[in-house]
């Protein structure tokens, strides 16, 4: 609520090297990760976003955490760049999971608040995660995609601004 009260004026928005930003997210090891086998292919190193780097480690950690809570223990949680079918201006980092995934209708209300893909209350959340996801990423001119399909997983997709490398030496 924060968030969308003061649309984004908290955000203090630079250029940041995307491999950096994953790269802190994946060593945090998210709740539920340790069961999990995480394989990253970190972004070229000069992958620049035009992002609050906190706010953009706050929604790759909430996809990542989503991954390994709806991901059998013993699956593979693949983090890699994403160069196609998403904006011009923007580039990705794709996060995919072997979860319970999720039908067409599903996916639809993915991004509600409180809304969550399995009712059964198995997996601990709040249906907040993706909702959060989406408005950091938007209020920063990025774009989320999901793509999933029921037993076989899900692939959250975030775009993000793409940006210039800093020059050296700038603060």
Same mark, same amino acid.
């Given at each position: ?33 340790? $069961?999990?086998? @995480?394989? /990253? ?22 996809? @990542?955490?989503? $991954? ?33 995934? /999720? ?26 995660? @993706? $909702? ?37 030496? $700038?603060?």
């Amino acid at each position: 609520a924060r968030i969308e009260a003061r649309q984004g004026k908290d955000f203090r928005v630079s250029a940041q090297p995307l491999a950096s930003l994953v790269q802190e997210v994946v060593n945090a090891e998210p709740a539920g990760a340790g $069961a999990r086998s @995480l394989r /990253m292919s970190p972004p070229p190193a000069d992958w620049f976003v035009n992002v609050d780097p906190d706010k953009t480690r706050q929604a790759l950690l909430n996809v @990542l955490s989503n $991954a390994c809570k709806y991901s059998p223990p013993g699956s593979t949680i693949t983090v890699e760049p994403a160069t196609e079918g998403g904006p011009a201006d923007c580039i990705g980092i794709r996060v995919t999971d072997g979860g319970i995934g /999720m039908t067409q209708a599903q996916l639809q209300r993915a991004c509600e608040r409180f809304y969550r893909a399995d009712p059964s209350g198995n997996v601990p959340c709040s249906g907040l995660g @993706l $909702a959060i996801v989406k408005e950091i990423v938007e209020l920063q001119g990025g774009h989320t995609e999901l793509q999933s399909e029921p037993g076989h997983g899900t692939a959250v997709t975030l775009w993000l601004p793409r940006a210039a490398a800093p020059l050296a030496g $700038a603060a």
